[in-house]
């Protein structure tokens, strides 16, 4: 693997040793400082710009991310009719598709979120359509696709799904949620493992461009394990990676039997590991799915959980017994309580363990329960980039909850009642780019500078809290600290190499910042 010298710039260890004029890497590995230059060792002149440690993703989906680039480009429609005329033209270029399958379409396209199959049939009426929304809790189908998942007007909501219906009961062509989701995509063939290789190629080799190392993917069924594995093998991945198998509900505990098979044949590939077991808590505010204290503004529901409490908290207790860690989706209030809940009874069984519990999103937290998440040793995943007043924001979430209910993401708040944070991206629903989520963290302000002094203030953190979130924070998630997250003697050299020091620079131009340069375990990747 050799030796690397760093040095023509700022080295920040992102630890108590402070800034560093020069760093030296052997086999991969943060050599002690002083150290001399190995002979033969590549030089590398940062140019007078900042070598920090790489940055983690807490949460994130790299195979869907992956699959984004195989179906119809529909992420950047600007309309309905946009939309449907790139289905059309994939379609047209692919006659031999079976099912024609994308995301991820933008959800304010409409006012109310919701989409009819008739709109799909104009493009494609012969075989069957399945596009996700952005939020990834959310389908639009063609009729043909409803007609093969045998979905009608006679057709129940699932206990974890709901069909959006037309006046007349008839299925509307929206799906919400995995029960009601998974008819359809359980008929999806499923793609090859050289098809999955590749999306994983993709997906990882865009995340260490964004000068990422390791990530936390959040979303993995058992039908992607092969696909991983064998990227891996083949030393496709350009990022190393935690797979979080998704807990399901409806298959727990008869689930349990599997998982360990699971976790077996993930680890004995190269830069992969299965440490973790994946909850939703419940689903997201646009859909009125996510679970919250009281009802929302604009329907008579509180929302969807996922799991009761007794099954939840009995899947914690099954989870620790097998040696996952837990990472959770919880979006709403109720969501978050329910989560905290189930980690307490945890705690109280196991007398305290050492499983590491993250509580992903937060988009809502009540007063009461700020003060646990230090409690209950529980990291909380950030998606700095949801922490803005957007259009989604605008025209969506707020007018489900009224204006009663219009502070998210509390950040600073859940920082300084003692609790330990990360980030992540939730990409592909986000983009992987940290420095524009550190960006949105430190000013809570929308690219165009929108509003100015930021949405809910109070709630910005500094670039230094920011940077040690996306780093430390992470790795501590991971069960890697003092391996990732600071250039600290021994460490793995996993580096990000940028064109200016981001604690130097004005906050809005944090994004102006490029990352020039990636390095895994002392290998560039970017």
Known sequence: MGAIVFGGGTIATGSERGDLDRLVVV??????PGAADPAGAEVVDLGGGYLGPAFGDGHAHLMQAGREFSGPEIRSASSVADVVASV??????????EWIVGASYDATLTSDGRFDARWLDEAVADRPVVLRAWDYHTAWCNSRALELAGITADTPDPADGIIARRPDGS???TLIESGATDRVFDLVPPTSVEQGVEELRRSTAFAASCGITWVQDAWVEPGDVDAWVAAAEQGALSVDADLAIRADPVDWPEQVGELAGL?????????ITARTLKFF??????NHTAYLLADYADACTRGLPVWTDDQLRQAFVDADLLGFDIHLHAIGDGGVRLALDATQHLRGVTGWSDRRVTLAHA???????????????V?????PLWAVEDAVMRDLTLPRLGPERSLHYRIRSVLDAGARISFGSDWPVTSPEVLAGIRTAVTRETPDGWPAGGWHPAERITVTEALTAATRGVAYQGRSEGVRG????????????LSADPRSVAPKALTDVRVLGTWRRGTRTF
């Open 27 to 32: 086999d991969g590995r943060v050599a002690e």
């Open 88 to 97: 059309r033209a994939w379609a047209d270029a692919h006659p031999d598709a």
């Open 171 to 173: 299925p509307l062509g």
């Open 263 to 271: 976790r077996d044949r993930i680890e004995r590939a190269p830069g």
């Open 281 to 286: 808590v419940d689903g997201i505010i646009e």
């Open 363 to 377: 988009q809502l937290v009540d007063e009461a329960d700020l003060a646990r998440f230090a409690a209950l040793d």
């Open 379 to 383: 990291t909380v995943c950030f998606q």
């Open 486 to 497: 600071a250039l600290v003697p021994d460490a793995q050299a996993d580096l990000v190499w």
